[in-house]
């Protein structure tokens, strides 16, 4: 099997009132132009993550690879995240990102009408002072999908309405300057009490990668996620917020699907996103003696299935030492219709997954009758 080598904002939502505890959330449509009139808070804290750490994932192509017969297998399911590669030394606790519950968390409302993004709000509860780079990679795992909260100074609706850039708040440092970020609403009502004059403050709902996407465009040094929240906050360069957008699609549509409650048709909705857009592979190149080839799992009663990443960050996650790869939806047709034994895939076996059987995944395997054709 060969290995081939600013989007339009949805609507934002903004929170009229200054007492985040009383505001309820208002639908507003039109796009968030740049920040303008910054803010200054508090002195933002020394940027504790190693951009490097994320660097060279990935490749644009990969060698002639199989799919290799893992030596560790368990049972994939709905319920429990499946943890098997070629033979590899076992990884120590250390090498691994904080992993995360198979099933996505319940969804909470700390303020009523103001969903929190939950699984970045548990993840940065385990952050703590002096936290390593593995740590802050895994909050940075958990931020890419779902919203995020940015403070807005006056009224971010009105704002809105009357076309004008939204006076976004941030930190300054210097010459650096930081954007503001929220995991939940509870998180924006503590960075409000920190102002003198917090009456003047609204906030807006906005996607994750929107947000990402204003940091690098904007003239700022990082975003703060939670900054009265010390010293349960992280502090991600633009760099490195920059390579994650590049390696994620714009939506993080697949791995939006995963972190929402399970639906239905959730499993039909994830085969139609397989077969649009691109996701990952983790790929042992023969280091150590070990076999060459593509990361699967298989079950006791011997179904098959190959493992699939959102994001280069899920396969490093896992801590195998495995190569991501990118992988387009027309490969991933190729590997199903030339493999009919594989039951399906497997998809962040990190968490939150999911296990995708081959009948929710025709959409993907119509791209191969198409090739064929």
């Known amino acids: 099997m060969a290995l081939f080598s600013r989007r339009k904002k949805s609507a934002d939502t903004a929170v009229e009132a ?117 740590q802050l990679l895994g909050v940075m795992r958990q931020a890419l999908q779902g919203h995020l909260y940015i403070r807005v100074n006056g009224d971010a609706r009105a704002q809105i309405a009357e076309g004008k850039p939204l006076s976004v708040a941030v930190v300054r440092d210097g010459d650096r300057q930081f954007m503001l970020a929220f995991s939940s609403a509870a998180a924006v009502r503590d960075s409000v009490q920190l102002e003198k004059d917090p009456s003047a403050t609204s906030a807006v709902a906005q996607p994750v990668t929107s947000v990402m996407q204003q940091v690098v465009a904007g003239d700022f040094a990082g975003l703060i996620v939670d900054n009265a929240s010390v010293p349960h906050r992280v502090v991600f360069p633009t760099e490195l917020l920059q390579k994650a957008l590049e390696q994620g699609d714009a939506e993080m549509k697949v791995k939006s699907l995963l ?42 009663d011997g179904k098959r299935f190959l493992q699939l990443f959102s994001h280069p960050l899920e396969v490093i996650a896992l801590g195998r030492g495995d190569r991501p790869l990118p992988f387009e939806p027309v490969q991933l047709a190729k590997v199903l219709a030339g493999h009919t034994e594989m039951a399906g895939v497997i998809i962040d076996p990190a968490g939150p997954t999911l296990v995708v059987e081959r009948d929710a995944l025709a959409p993907v395997l119509v791209l191969a009758v198409d090739i064929e054709e």
């Open 259 to 300: 972190a929402a409650p399970r639906e239905q048709d959730t499993a039909v909705k994830v085969g139609e996103a397989l077969a649009a857009k691109r996701m990952w592979v983790a790929v042992n190149d023969g280091v150590e003696g070990a076999p060459v080839g593509i990361a699967e799992a298989q079950t006791p």
């Open 18 to 134: 200054s007492d985040v505890t009383e505001s309820q959330v208002a639908e507003s449509a039109g796009d968030v132009p740049e920040a303008e009139t910054p803010v200054e808070t508090e002195q933002t804290p020394t940027i504790g993550i190693s951009v490097q750490a994320f660097r060279g994932v990935g490749a644009q192509a990969g060698p002639e690879v199989s799919l290799a017969e893992p030596e560790q297998t368990s049972a994939p399911s709905a319920s429990a995240p499946v943890s098997a590669a070629p033979a590899q030394p076992a990884p120590t606790e250390e090498r691994r990102l904080p992993l995360a519950p198979p099933m996505p968390p319940e969804q909470t409302e700390t303020v009523p009408g103001m969903k929190d993004n939950v699984l970045l709000r548990e993840a940065l509860k385990e952050i703590e002072a002096g936290a390593s780079n593995d």
